[in-house]
């Protein structure tokens, strides 16, 4: 029989609370291997059983430890009324950094892809 609508929640693990396989198989991983440094080493072209990895294996590691520091981008829409200045925050400091829409601030040279 199905709990009545609108019922607290009773029962099962609590929200935030790892499940212990998942935790033992990463502790298991963790002391058996060190799957990101073997990748580390794919990627700065170090030899590996007496043969140094291709180009495109270099950038598929690189492509894997990218995907585990860096958020994954989403479209956001961006709306408003009349003439304003959007800035975009990208974690970077530096000259680069100017607010879109200010006319007054330097473009960044970007060079053109043939």
Do not use: Y
């Amino acid at each position: 029989m199905a709990a009545p609508k609108g019922h607290s929640r009773w029962g099962g693990r609590k929200r935030g609370v790892p499940n212990a396989v998942n935790v033992q198989t990463r502790n298991e991983i963790g002391e058996q291997a060190d799957p990101i440094g073997f990748l580390c080493e794919i990627v700065n072209g170090q030899e590996i059983d007496g043969e140094r990895p291709t180009l495109d294996q270099r950038m598929q590691a690189a492509r894997i430890l990218a995907g585990k520091v860096l958020p994954d981008l989403r479209a956001v829409e961006v709306a408003g009324v009349g003439p304003s200045v959007i800035f975009v925050e990208t974690g970077l400091s530096g000259e680069n950094s100017i607010p879109w829409g200010d006319s007054s601030a330097p473009l960044p040279v970007v060079e053109e892809w043939r």
